[in-house]
């Protein structure tokens, strides 16, 4: 089976034949897309490998870990003084994936040419011969430094947050500058809406298909848009492992149990579809409508945690129910927002909205002296907030100029789960995420009904 998405094999020597002798002392019998993958990010030219990175993304159940194992002690029986790592979500899913590999080097191969230590946090399996290692390790930045490495995995790759996915390969490329069989695997299933980093290597893995000279190697086998994922009849095109590895009834109940949406990601390896995700509608919402001078505008501000650069954004709800949002502002710190706020209010007759837990919180009291109108957003506004926006995005409800700095806010946004809501997550943001914020707060409160006051008869 061809991969949806497939850098092409370029004739070059590859390592697809010593793999294939390593899974059959294995006992194992590589699956058709197992051995492709490996004959195209495996290729070689001059000393070292033609794709130091290299992205595999599979549906579950496809066989991905068993490819990892053969080729990953392919490389550890066959390159002298060789370095593997092997990371997944937590060390203990590391663990596992290789202590299995173990466990069929012991069924198979045999252990008396290799030397393994168990302990957990220091397991280790080594060719003494070759000088060789391969080891599991915990996905930690501080675990990745200083240890010379030639091949580095990164398992299920899909659940990194990006401000983290970037500190642990900042970790890792130092330790393979000088080694001639460097290579990056990123290996995972379709990820969520949260799922940026990853999204992103795949969308310049696929890009990277098309340009013979791309450095990266993209492997990709999925469900095509056009297809159904949970259409029974449509999963022996595009799932490797069906009929090798696994067989229909297992997708049947996979379906049953975790219903279309997750089944689609999970076994059709679908990204969330633009009903899906909240972000799915932005870039459509741009609109040349612009708030008009005398509207009853409000504003909403906000900075980063360390107060590198704030924003301010203008929102309000046109006669048809449509935010018109606009950045009126956006620098770096923040000792220039009370005074512009100031300015603002005075010309707009207009308030500001804050978030009380917020990295503004302390300039209120400042703020007051200068004669801006706060409106205040608790805890619970601030997630409530968060609903809002998404909410006014997915229903079309919002028009946006295009604003480049809110573009990419949008982009790379993440929230978190605060009790039963979610708020964003600031500090893993890949950039600054301030004017969506402020567009968050903004919007909450000129969509919030400004309730009558009550008067009571006598």
């Known amino acids: 089976m061809q991969p949806l998405y497939g850098t092409a094999h370029q004739g070059l020597p590859d390592e697809l034949e010593g793999t294939l002798k390593v899974a059959a002392a294995l006992g194992l019998e590589l699956l058709p897309w197992q051995r492709h993958a490996i004959s195209v990010l495996s290729q070689r030219h001059g000393k070292g490998y033609r794709y130091p990175v290299a992205v595999v993304s ?54 008396d040419h290799f030397k393994t230590r168990l302990g957990f946090g220091v397991e280790q399996l080594q060719v003494p011969s070759m000088n060789s290692t391969l080891l599991p390790v915990v996905r930690k930045e501080q675990a990745m430094h200083g240890r010379q490495s030639d091949t580095y995995v990164f398992d299920e790759c899909w659940e990194l947050l ?52 791309a450095e990266i190697c993209h492997l990709e086998w999925a469900c095509p848009e056009d297809l159904d994922p949970c259409d029974a009849t449509t999963w022996h095109s595009f799932h490797p492992g069906l009929g090798g590895l696994i067989e229909e009834a297992t997708l049947h109940s996979a379906l049953d149990l975790h219903g279309p949406d997750l089944f689609a990601r999970a076994y059709g390896n679908c990204w969330p579809k633009v009903e899906q995700s909240w972000r799915g509608n932005w870039a459509e919402l741009a609109s040349a409508e612009r708030i ?27 006669p048809e129910g ?81 604003d480049s700095r809110l573009n990419s806010a949008v982009d790379n946004a993440l929230t978190k789960q605060t009790g039963d809501r979610e708020t964003w997550r600031r500090l893993e943001a890949k950039t600054s995420i301030a004017p969506l914020v402020a567009l968050s707060v903004a919007a909450y409160q000129a969509t919030t009904p400004k309730l009558a006051p009550v008067i009571m008869s006598a």
């Open 58 to 111: 599979t549906p579950r159940q496809s066989g991905k870990t068993t490819m990892l194992g053969c080729l990953l002690i392919y490389r550890l029986l066959a390159y002298r003084g060789y370095r593997g790592y092997y990371t997944a979500q937590s060390l203990k899913d590391a663990r596992y994936a290789w202590s299995s590999w173990v466990d069929l080097i012991g069924a198979g191969i045999g252990l």
């Open 162 to 213: 990006p401000d983290k996915a970037e500190s642990l390969i900042q970790a890792v490329q130092p330790t393979q500058a000088t080694r001639p069989n460097r290579q990056l695997l990123f290996v995972s299933t379709a990820g969520t809406d949260e799922s940026i980093w990853f999204r992103d290597w795949v969308r310049r893995g696929r890009e990277a298909t098309g340009d013979p000279a």
């Open 292 to 318: 008009p001078n005398d509207a009853p505008v409000v504003f909403g501000c906000d900075a980063e945690p360390g107060h590198q650069s704030a924003a301010i954004v203008a929102a309000w709800l046109n």
């Open 322 to 402: 449509v935010l018109v949002a606009e950045v009126v502002d956006s620098r770096p710190n923040t000792d220039w927002l009370l005074p512009r706020l100031a300015e603002l209010t005075r010309k707009h007759q207009s308030e500001v909205a804050v978030t009380t837990t917020g990295p503004l919180a302390f300039l209120i009291p400042e703020g007051q002296q200068l004669g801006i109108a706060w409106t205040r957003l608790s805890a619970s506004d601030y997630a409530n907030s968060v609903a809002r926006l998404k909410n006014l995005v997915r229903e079309k409800r919002i028009a946006h100029p295009d």
